[in-house]
């Protein structure tokens, strides 16, 4: 018999739940140092009580010294002390105890107030389509065909979209039946316009457009035409004795028609912008060099300077004016709104919080950074020696939890005097060489890369070639891991790789 009904029971468990500080840090910790300048600027625009404070000067690390870590773990609280959670404001202790040690570059006036202009306009590439279209003299059917192309466009500039289903959407849409053919003729149009070979429908069309309108050999570019159109799959595959046969030519014009066709735009559409490559313009959080206690001392004595970028730090403080404000209002007494109070009291404690995560902040990555330059001491001293490590490895030394070192490592750079590298690029797993030597699989790939880079353009190396290669400098590496760390580094195969020299 089927029993319904209503049971009540009770349940035991052990959760861990993060604070709303905890939280906080967790977020603040992740962002990068253009994230965290956003995130400052928001925070001071919604908290009147924060306010900045004067910038203090940076830090100097010396790895020789064996009790830095323990000195670190002393002074640093793992974990953000709540808030006080009484009536009353401890001032004394915000007023004297919220402007953090910070690391910071020097920022001129100037330098400010040019930040703060506005990036000036950049028409887009669609915009610059559009206005060329309008100077086509088309019809209104070829204008409602032209922006079904145009907003059909992939990254790369080309038209993918089905020439049935432009047809179809005109016809749903606006009630007008159009033909294939005349999609296809507005296409062509279109194609010519600038850049050359936009609305293309594959690699193929665009550059046999773009041939079409190249200046200087006219010989050449008949040929390179022929190649294009029939030979096809053999120019692909670079199959250069078939293309020589075929096309009756000689080493020194199949040599020219490459070089043509090399010279061509297979990405017309992948036009970047000025503001599009501000976005990618990279802010390195930290800047670490070595500098030796004698200049013409080849010992290696000597101590890292680590610096954390200056918008990694704000200088912020709670304003004392608002002591003040408190001040007032207690000595009002009964008299004073009882909300206004609670309101200053609620903005104090939470400019606390955001200060106090942004301290443990600061801390945690110079933290996680020193412990990165000790394990790789030899690449931070000469450009080279990177050495097998993993997140666990710096987690254990710092006593924190890999998923805080994660976070920590996440969008980061750091400026050396061997160019801008992210944290990740310090992390890799480790290979054993013939001498049982542990190597980072970094070592071998940029080794790998080299030897790819040097070799015959006209015989390329096989993946076994290469092992072998490799065998022989001493590394103990399979041709399955050769081959994956080519497709890494996004080499192609032998096959792919042969050139005309």
């Known amino acids: 018999m089927l029993k319904t009904g209503q049971n009540i029971s009770q349940k035991q468990s052990l959760q861990q739940k993060l604070s709303p500080q905890q939280i906080q840090f967790v977020k603040l910790l992740q962002l990068p140092t253009l994230g965290l300048e956003q995130r400052v600027k928001q925070e001071m625009e919604t908290n009147p009580v924060l306010e900045e404070a004067d910038p203090l000067i940076e830090e100097r690390v010396d790895l020789e010294d064996p009790e830095w870590e323990k000195k670190e773990r002393d ?28 690391v910071n570059y020097s920022v001129s006036a100037g330098d400010e107030e040019w930040r703060d202009l506005p990036n000036p306009y950049h028409e887009s590439l669609l915009e610059e389509l559009e206005q060329q279209v309008s100077l086509l003299d088309l019809s209104e059917e070829e204008m409602l065909i032209s922006d079904q192309i145009l907003g059909s466009l992939d990254e790369d500039g080309y038209f993918r979209r089905d020439t049935e289903a432009v047809v179809d959407n ?45 200046d200087g050999n006219r010989r050449v570019r008949e040929i390179a035409l022929e190649l ?36 061509l735009n297979p990405r017309p559409g992948a036009v970047v912008s000025r503001d599009e490559e501000n976005q990618h313009f990279i802010e390195p959080d930290f800047e670490v060099w070595f500098e030796p206690t004698d200049e013409d001392d080849t010992s290696g004595e000597g101590e890292f300077v680590i610096r954390l970028n200056q918008r990694n730090t704000p200088p912020l403080r709670i304003s004392p004016e608002y002591k003040q404000m408190w001040d007032s209002m207690k000595k009002g007494a009964k008299n004073e709104d ?65 998923s805080t070192v994660s976070r920590v490592v996440n969008s980061k750079y750091v400026q050396t005097h061997f160019g801008v590298f992210e944290l990740k690029y310090f992390f890799s797993e480790g290979l054993e060489t013939e001498s049982g030597e542990d190597v980072s699989s970094r070592e071998v790939k940029k080794i790998l890369e080299d030897v790819i880079d040097n070799e015959d353009k006209s015989k390329p190396l096989s993946d076994q070639a290469l092992t072998d290669i490799l065998k022989k400098k001493g590394f103990k590496v399979a041709r399955r891991t050769v081959s994956k760390y080519r497709e890494s580094l996004n080499l192609p195969v032998a096959r792919l790789r042969k050139q005309l020299i």
Not at 75 to 83: L, N
Not at 185 to 209: F, H, M, T, Y
Not at 231 to 245: T, V
């Open 338 to 402: 009882p909300q206004a109070k609670k309101f200053i009291k609620e903005k104090v404690e939470s400019a606390q919080w955001f200060i106090d995560s942004i301290r443990q902040r600061q801390q945690t990555l110079m933290k996680t950074m020193r412990t990165i330059v000790a394990l790789q001491e030899e690449f931070f001293k000469h450009g080279e020696g990177l050495r097998p490590m993993i997140l666990k490895d710096v987690a254990e030394r710092i006593e924190m939890d890999i």
């Open 228 to 263: 294009l159109k029939n030979e096809w799959d053999a120019f692909e595959k670079k199959h250069f004795e078939k293309l020589k046969s075929r096309l009756e030519i000689d080493d020194e014009d199949l040599k020219k028609v490459f070089s043509l066709v090399k010279s």
């Open 75 to 102: 002074e640093d609280d793992p974990d953000i002390d709540p808030v006080d959670q009484n009536e009353e404001i401890d001032w004394e202790s915000f007023l004297h105890n919220t402007e953090y040690d910070g």
């Open 170 to 214: 005109i016809a749903f849409n606006h009630g007008i039946l159009v033909k294939k053919e005349q999609v296809e003729e507005v296409r062509k149009r279109i194609q010519n316009l600038d850049p050359l070979g936009i609305a293309s429908k594959s690699l193929q069309d665009c550059l046999l457009c773009q041939v079409k309108h190249t």
